[in-house]
C-alpha cells in the first residue's frame, strides 16, 4: 500500500510544492527504492519510538513553513494540502489546520467520516482526540518551539503536540475530507486502545491544573468507553464489508 500512498502524495503536488520525507528502516531496501521513485528523503529509523522517528524526519527541514504527516498505508485525498495551507496562509495567527478524515478498509472503502469541525477543537482537553494526524498541517516554527513530538509517547503523541500549540495560536478547520485513514484491526492504535487511551488521558492529566486532576477520571472513563464502541463499529463493519466482498 505504501505506493498508494506516495501516489497520493505525488497528486498533492500538483497543486502544492512540497518535500517528501520518508521515516525507514535502514534493511527496509524495497520499501526505500520504491520511496526514491517519488523523489522522496530518505532517513534511518532511529528504532526508538513513532515520536522519535517523525522527529527525525522534521530534521531534514531546509526552508518549508508547514508539516503534514501521512501514515504508509494512510492517503491524502485530490488538493488536500492545498486546502489546508491556504487556510493557514490566509490567517497568520493560526498555528494549525485540520480538515475531516474517512476511515477507509484494506480494500480503501469508506467505513465512516469525521468532520467535527470546530467541536474536536473544544473536545480536546478533555474529550476524544478527533483531530485527525493525518489531515492536519501545522506550522513548523511553532512546532520547533514545543520541541517537536515526545519521545516517551506512542500513540497520543499528536495530542500532547495539539494540546501545546494552543498556546501559540489558533486553530482552522474545515469539514471537507483531506485524508484517509487505514483502518485495521491490527493497526497500532487500534490494537492497542486500552493503552491508547490510558496514555491520551495522561497527556490530558497533565494539562489540567492541579485541583482538577483528580477528578479527570469523571470524564475519562466515560470518554474511553466512548471511543471503545465506537472502534469495535468500525471494526465490524470493516470486517463484514471484508467477508462480503470474499462472498462476492
Given at each position: 500500500?505504501?505506493?498508494?500512498?506516495?501516489?497520493?502524495?505525488?497528486?498533492?503536488?500538483?497543486t502544492?510544492?512540497?518535500?517528501?520525507?520518508?521515516?525507514?528502516?535502514?534493511?527496509?531496501?524495497?520499501?526505500?527504492?520504491?520511496?526514491?521513485?517519488?523523489?522522496?528523503?530518505?532517513v534511518?529509523?532511529?528504532?526508538?519510538?513513532?515520536?522519535?522517528?517523525?522527529?527525525?524526519?522534521?530534521?531534514?527541514?531546509?526552508?518549508?513553513?508547514?508539516?503534514?504527516?501521512?501514515?504508509?498505508?494512510?492517503?491524502?485525498?485530490?488538493?488536500?494540502?492545498?486546502?489546508?495551507?491556504?487556510?493557514?496562509?490566509?490567517?497568520?495567527?493560526?498555528?494549525?489546520?485540520y480538515?475531516?478524515?474517512?476511515?477507509?478498509?484494506?480494500?480503501?472503502?469508506?467505513?465512516?467520516?469525521?468532520?467535527?469541525?470546530?467541536?474536536?477543537?473544544?473536545?480536546?482537553?478533555?474529550?476524544?482526540?478527533?483531530?485527525?494526524?493525518?489531515?492536519?498541517?501545522?506550522?513548523?516554527?511553532?512546532?520547533?518551539?514545543?520541541?517537536?513530538?515526545?519521545?516517551?509517547?506512542?500513540?497520543a503523541?499528536?495530542?500532547?503536540?495539539?494540546?501545546k500549540?494552543?498556546?501559540?495560536?489558533?486553530?482552522?478547520?474545515?469539514?471537507?475530507?483531506?485524508?484517509?485513514?487505514?483502518?485495521?484491526?491490527?493497526?497500532?492504535?487500534?490494537?492497542?486502545?486500552?493503552?491508547?487511551?490510558?496514555?491520551?488521558?495522561?497527556?490530558?492529566?497533565?494539562?489540567?491544573?492541579?485541583?482538577?486532576?483528580?477528578?479527570?477520571?469523571?470524564?475519562?472513563?466515560?470518554?474511553?468507553?466512548?471511543?471503545?464502541?465506537?472502534?469495535?463499529?468500525?471494526?465490524?463493519?470493516?470486517?463484514?464489508?471484508?467477508?462480503?466482498?470474499?462472498?462476492?
Open positions: 500500500m505504501l505506493k498508494q500512498t506516495l501516489e497520493t502524495v505525488v497528486e498533492q503536488r500538483k502544492t510544492g512540497l518535500t517528501l520525507v520518508c521515516v525507514m528502516p535502514a534493511g527496509a531496501h524495497a520499501a526505500r527504492a520504491i520511496a526514491l521513485e517519488y523523489d522522496a528523503i530518505v534511518d529509523d532511529p528504532k526508538t519510538g513513532i515520536s522519535d522517528a517523525i522527529n527525525s524526519g522534521l530534521a531534514q527541514r531546509s526552508g518549508e513553513s508547514y508539516y503534514a504527516w501521512i501514515g504508509d498505508d494512510d492517503m491524502f485525498r485530490p488538493g488536500g494540502l492545498a486546502l489546508l495551507k491556504a487556510m493557514l496562509d490566509t490567517n497568520r495567527s493560526a498555528v494549525l489546520a480538515g475531516g478524515c474517512e476511515y477507509i478498509d484494506p480494500d480503501g472503502r469508506v467505513l465512516a467520516t469525521s468532520r467535527a469541525g470546530k467541536l474536536a477543537e473544544f473536545l480536546l482537553p478533555w474529550g476524544p482526540d478527533l483531530i485527525p494526524h493525518p489531515g492536519t498541517m501545522i506550522r513548523l516554527d511553532d512546532l520547533e518551539k514545543i520541541g517537536g513530538f515526545d519521545g516517551k509517547l506512542k500513540y503523541m499528536d495530542l500532547d503536540a495539539f494540546l500549540l494552543r498556546a501559540y495560536g489558533s486553530f482552522l478547520s474545515t469539514k471537507t475530507s483531506v485524508s484517509a485513514f487505514r483502518w485495521h484491526p491490527d493497526s497500532l492504535t487500534v490494537a492497542g486502545r486500552l493503552n491508547s487511551s490510558r496514555e491520551a488521558e495522561f497527556v490530558k492529566r497533565r494539562q489540567l491544573p492541579a485541583a482538577l486532576k483528580p477528578l479527570s477520571p469523571v470524564w475519562h472513563l466515560p470518554v474511553r468507553w466512548a471511543s471503545s464502541v465506537a472502534a469495535r463499529r468500525l471494526t465490524t463493519r470493516a470486517r463484514a464489508l471484508a467477508r462480503a466482498g470474499s462472498a462476492a
